[in-house]
T-cell receptor, first 113, second 114 residues
Framework: DSGVTQTPKHLITATGQRVTLRCSPRSGDLSVYWYQQSLDQGLQFLIHYYNGEERAKGNILERFSAQQFPDLHSELNLSSLELGDSALYFC????????????FGPGTRLLVL | AQSVTQLGSHVSVSEGALVLLRCNYSSSVPPYLFWYVQYPNQGLQLLLKYTSAATLVKGINGFEAEFKKSETSFHLTKPSAHMSDAAEYFCAVSAYTGGFKTIFGAGTRLFVKA
């Protein structure tokens, strides 16, 4: 158990819908990272927040957005969902920024029908 | 910009044999390098990381990796494979380019035969 929690574990929805994925980092960790893992794209970095501020962006679509709240939990919002958004979404946390060990949550499996 | 290439999407070894998983990286600035392991239906777990200290890095479960700047490589090895090592392994590079981004390789699935 990494100490990072993600909810829900599974999510099934339809195209065009909007969903919110939630992540609670390990106690004391200030950074939260979001990744998307799919068979065709592999593990893709989406976005990094540190203490409530966006620090780095990766291959995140405009239909996707994220935020980190004052209690340091984070939410990833996916809208206008397409079949290709079906994937495993991981959240990771670390103490600070930089070359820190990232602790991964168990992931949220999203299926868009 | 940085990138990672893992050579071989699948590697199969016999129990007790040497494990060698290959990783080459590209980075325009000094990189930090990581190996993570993912067991089925689980998140990733750090095996080891290189952060510009010793070039030979020892990790958990008997794994180690050597940073070779001249070859831009960071191969993962373990002298003797166990059945429990069967998993997917990811090499990753992180560098500061206006923010730290961690780029993962495509992964190598390790099979261990009895």
């Amino acid at each position: 158990d990494s100490g990072v929690t993600q909810t829900p574990k599974h999510l099934i929805t339809a195209t065009g819908q909007r969903v919110t994925l939630r992540c609670s980092p390990r106690s004391g960790d200030l950074s939260v990272y979001w990744y998307q893992q799919s068979l065709d794209q592999g593990l893709q970095f989406l976005i990094h927040y540190y203490n409530g501020e966006e620090r780095a962006k990766g291959n995140i679509l405009e239909r996707f957005s994220a935020q980190q709240f004052p209690d340091l939990h984070s939410e990833l919002n996916l809208s206008s969902l397409e079949l290709g958004d079906s994937a495993l979404y991981f959240c990771a946390s670390s103490r600070g920024q930089g070359a820190e060990t990232q602790y991964f949550g168990p992931g949220t499996r999203l299926l868009v029908l | 910009a940085q990138s990672v290439t893992q050579l071989g999407s699948h590697v199969s070894v016999s129990e007790g044999a040497l494990v060698l998983l290959r990783c080459n990286y590209s980075s325009s600035v000094p990189p930090y390098l990581f190996w993570y392991v993912q067991y089925p239906n689980q998140g990733l777990q750090l095996l080891l990381k290189y952060t510009s200290a010793a070039t030979l890095v020892k990790g958990i479960n008997g794994f180690e990796a050597e940073f070779k700047k001249s070859e831009t490589s960071f191969h993962l090895t373990k002298p003797s494979a166990h059945m429990s090592d069967a998993a997917e392994y990811f090499c990753a590079v992180s560098a500061y380019t206006g923010g730290f981004k961690t780029i993962f390789g495509a992964g190598t699935r390790l099979f261990v035969k009895a």
